[in-house]
């Protein structure tokens, strides 16, 4: 049987919030991602609960800042049993945060390019390209800094997976299924796409968390991803 891929987001202001999703999956996700709403609520007391509860945590801080602030904060951090923490993938940050984690377990993934910007957004920051030329530098200097992986969008994974190869860890987060009762007309990739172009895990946020049942959702992906 192939490996559950789900991450889901723990996208609530508190800790009680988050603790009744996670106690409603019990059994059927163990992966979770805190990012900077949770994680500025609640910090890393709450990390700690997660994994002391035997969760593998997903730290979604998208650090970037001078290269000694990110060192500092990564060594931090890896103190921790966090599984994933993400980075920018700017060359000087990831360089840092590659030496902060040391010979720690922490794995660093380089945010490639935030899937709400365009063009346009690129070329407000001065940058003269596409945002697919940005993912594919950015996927090359991330292997160059010594990270493990990228966070990329599923319309993005096939291309990182060939520039990064097989040993990277590659994350897609803005998955959804394809539900026929959404209405939703917006081209947004499912589970199953990002698994197909070569994702090793997805994000899932809202289609679980808001769910009636969230299990019952969870189970209602991997029956897309034949798992
Ligand atoms: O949309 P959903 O609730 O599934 O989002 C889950 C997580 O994925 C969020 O925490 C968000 O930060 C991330 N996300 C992203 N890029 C998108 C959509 C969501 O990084 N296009």
Redesign the pocket.
Known sequence: MKANPIIV?L?VEDAMQAREIVDRLEGSVDFY?V?MELYAGEGMTFVRELLDRGKRVFL?LKLYDIGETVRRAVVRIAKSDVTFLTVHGSGAVMRAAAEGRRSSKLQLLGVTV???FDEQDLKDLGYPCSPGELVALRALNAMAAGLDGA?C?ALDVSAVREIMGASAVLVC????SRLAESGDQKRVATPAEAVAGGADYV?????V?RAKDPAAEVDRILGELGI
């Open positions: 987001a996208d991602k990012g979604d935030l899937t709400s966070i969008s987060p803005g998955v959804r994000v899932v946020g809202r289609q968390t």
